[in-house]
């Protein structure tokens, strides 16, 4: 059975203080894997796709990488407004269903 | 930036009741979802639509619920008997194609009392 496992379910940072988020996931065939963001009481917002070991992408202070067996968002120097549930999401070859983690609720304070 | 648009954002309803959720897909998008939300549990895939029928469906989409796309617009999902634990927050998401971030919509709150 597909899967996809997130750790830590929560993090508390200090403005400015990096860390990483990991998303492991056990799937049929991986087709892509989805980082999202979201806030309380609201959908999903789309941040990265990665398709391939080895793929990173970029986006202010978030880096998302990809192994055979998980990935990383990496935040730099986080701010409060970074404070969210970030979600970690695959799809594998035999559709387009997207299987989502629990998430891991960052908390940053100033 | 196009937005998904979902209504109503909260609906409360009787055990029993028939609800429909709305939602307005962005323009161009092909593939149509909804997924749902339970308080504290993951989202869960229910239903996915192209071209005019469903394509897959979990085992969480039983007979109970249906889609349905009736203008060029709106994309609905009818749950014809609520139980309780139909309560969840329901998302629905649309793509352009197979291979790209899916958009998902604000959400409706579906509370079955």
């Known amino acids: 059975e597909d899967q996809v496992t997130q750790s830590p379910e929560a993090l508390r940072l200090q403005e400015g203080e990096s860390s990483s988020l990991n998303c492991s996931y056990t799937v049929s065939g991986l087709r892509g894997l989805f980082w999202y963001r979201q806030d309380p009481g609201k959908g999903p917002e789309f941040l990265f796709t990665?398709?391939?070991a080895g793929e990173e992408k970029e986006k202010e202070r978030l880096k998302a990488t990809l192994t055979k067996k998980e990935s990383f968002l990496h935040i730099t120097a986080p701010k409060p407004e970074d404070s969210a549930t970030y979600l970690c999401a695959v799809t594998n070859q035999a559709g387009t269903a997207l299987i989502f983690g629990k998430g891991t609720t960052l908390s940053v304070s100033s | 930036e196009p937005e998904v648009t979902q209504t109503p954002s909260h609906q409360v309803t009787q055990m029993g009741q028939e609800v429909i959720l709305r939602c307005v897909p962005i323009s161009n998008h092909l593939y149509f979802y909804w997924y749902r939300q339970i308080l504290g549990q993951k989202v869960e895939f229910l239903v996915s639509?192209?071209?005019?029928?469903?394509?897959?469906k979990s085992e969480i989409f039983d007979d109970q619920f249906s889609v349905e796309r009736p203008d060029g617009s709106n994309f609905t999902l009818k749950i014809r008997s609520t139980k309780l634990e139909d309560s969840a927050m329901y998302f629905c998401a649309s793509r352009t194609t197979v291979d790209y971030g899916y958009t998902f919509g604000s959400g409706t709150r579906l509370t079955v009392v």
């Open positions: 639509f192209y071209n005019n029928e469903i394509s897959e």
């Open positions: 990665l398709y391939s």
